[in-house]
């Protein structure tokens, strides 16, 4: 009897396997990808890609990384109209339409297209939580008007390090308290949830430390680092406020003595998972900077990424061009000759259909 019972348990799994267009589609789901064009039709590769892949996301961009004063996704708000509701006709499930849109330096929908100025961090940190509440709805409003479903922001970098110039220098941070950051990120969170517009956290596990800028290269904060960086993270977590947090592509010695955050399983998901006990989507921050694209390959770079707990894995690009086709077909011969378990693309797949927007 206990033999029978093995036996139908190990049919039963084989029958659930996905067959091989399954599968690319399941990995299809964990992307979110960047592309060029500000129009798109049947024929435009993006459209394709949607459609071959079922992709879980795109993310735009209003200019080219290296032709600031080329138009790239946003021109005006008629144009994006337009071109976010030709995206969810050719998506065959919903789909994350996700922008950067944090206010002050850090905004795609800017007031020179027509679109309304929302100021930073520091500056709304500087407000009451009510005049915060007030703004943030705006750019909720915005946001939902204009087809964009997810938001990358709030940031909950503490603003420890004066000197760090990616995050501090940009008043993208609310501050070196945990509890005020918490407090404004929340008011974001909120603001948005109301539209239907989902937040993702950023840095994971602290960027507000650093001194470099993973744009461009190796970024260590070993030295700088403290646990208080994880606290607004706790905090909302806690709150059940997250759906969505994204990684940070630092180094930390005291964490991981092999790994950036965003390739760390210690980070990832003994940390993030079973210590704060987060469940939600976790997403890389975009895999083409150099803090990344430098040092791993594509091969090792998605399958450290997915093994270490990463459910979505962004390729904006803008700083470099990777094919869709060869992302998926890298991490489904990963997954096929046992370096990605099939188990991980199932999971990250489940967080991925528990997203409401």
């Known amino acids: 009897m206990r033999f029978l019972l093995l036996f139908l348990s190990l049919i ?3 029958l659930a396997l996905p067959n091989d267009a399954e599968l690319k589609k399941m990995i299809g789901h964990m992307l979110v990808v960047g592309f060029e064009d500000a129009t798109i039709n049947a024929q435009s590769p993006i459209t394709k890609e949607l459609q071959t892949y079922e992709l879980g996301g795109v993310i735009l961009f209003d200019r080219f990384y290296t032709e600031k004063n080329r138009t790239k996704n946003i021109s005006s708000p008629e144009q994006l109209r337009e ?3 030709q995206l969810k006709h050719y998506a065959k499930k919903p789909l994350l339409i996700s922008i950067d849109q944090e206010g002050g330096r850090v905004a795609r929908l800017k007031p020179s297209y027509g679109f309304a100025e929302i100021p930073s961090a ?13 703004v943030y709805t705006l750019m909720a409003h915005m946001l939902s008007q204009n087809g964009i479903n997810c938001d990358f922001g709030p940031v909950v970098d503490l603003a420890v390090n004066d000197k760090n110039s990616v995050i501090v220098g940009l008043e993208r941070s609310y501050g070196k308290e945990s509890e005020i ?26 960027h507000g430390s650093s001194l470099g ?6 970024v260590d904060v070993t030295q700088t ?36 955050a965003t390739l760390s399983y210690a980070i990832n998901t003994t940390l993030l998972r079973e210590k704060m006990h987060y469940n939600g989507v976790l997403i890389s921050d975009d895999l083409q900077m150099e803090a990344i694209a430098k040092y791993y390959t594509l ?18 690009n803008q700083l470099s061009k990777t094919k869709t086709d060869e992302i998926i077909e890298t991490i489904f011969l990963q997954v096929k000759n046992g370096a990605i378990p099939l188990d991980r693309i199932v999971k990250a797949n489940e967080r991925i259909a528990r997203l409401t927007f």
């Not at 008011?187 to 937040?199: P, Q």
């Not at 800028?213 to 190796?218: A, E, K, M, P």
């Open 12 to 14: 039963s799994s084989l």
């Open 83 to 85: 071109l976010t509701k």
């Open 122 to 134: 520091l500056a709304l940190s500087k407000t009451s939580l009510e005049h915060a509440k007030n």
């Open 181 to 206: 950051v918490a407090q404004y990120a929340k008011v974001f969170i909120d603001a948005l949830k109301s539209k239907g517009v989902i937040s993702v956290l950023k840095h994971f596990p602290g």
């Open 213 to 218: 800028d993973s744009h461009l290269g190796f």
């Open 225 to 260: 680092w403290s646990e208080k960086e994880l606290e607004p993270y706790q905090k909302l977590i806690a709150s059940n406020s997250v759906s969505m947090i994204m990684s940070a592509h630092v180094f930390n010695a005291e964490l991981d003595a092999t790994y950036p």
């Open 299 to 316: 091969k090792e770079t998605v399958t450290l990424a997915i093994n270490s707990g990463i459910d979505m894995l962004l390729f904006g």
